[in-house]
Nanobody, 123 residues
């Protein structure tokens, strides 16, 4: 069984930066692609960023491209989401997710999910 635990969320002002972490356990982390998704109140869960298991490929939603960076440390079984130039529209619960090997941008294709961490950006 794969367990994912997010941390690092909080309340920040527009323009600030924040780094989310997702610690994984219960599987061989390096075999799994990792993704970040978010869900704002009243909206569907949407893709934010994903990285392949080999660290070679990264994918970003257009809305965060150039502002967010996904990275992973396979030695620490952790994936990160560095967020900068935050905007009020980035306010959401952020979830990390894992699927075997290949990164995708579709939430339904990820098998394992964390509990989420709240990010609130004030204007």
């Amino acid at each position: 069984q794969v367990q994912l635990v997010e941390s690092g969320g909080g309340l920040v002002q527009a323009g600030d930066s924040l780094r989310l972490s997702c610690a994984a356990s219960g599987h061989t982390f390096s075999n799994y692609a990792m993704g970040w998704f978010r869900q704002a109140p009243g909206k569907e869960r949407e893709f934010v960023a994903a990285q392949s298991q080999s660290n070679s490929r990264r994918y970003y939603a257009d809305s965060v491209k150039g502002r967010f960076t996904i990275s992973r440390d396979n030695a620490k079984n952790t994936v990160y989401l560095q967020m900068s130039s935050l905007k009020p529209e980035d306010t959401a619960i952020y979830y990390c997710a894992a699927r075997f090997f290949v990164a995708t941008t579709t939430a339904q294709e990820y098998k394992y999910w964390g509990q989420g961490t709240q990010v609130t950006v004030s204007s």
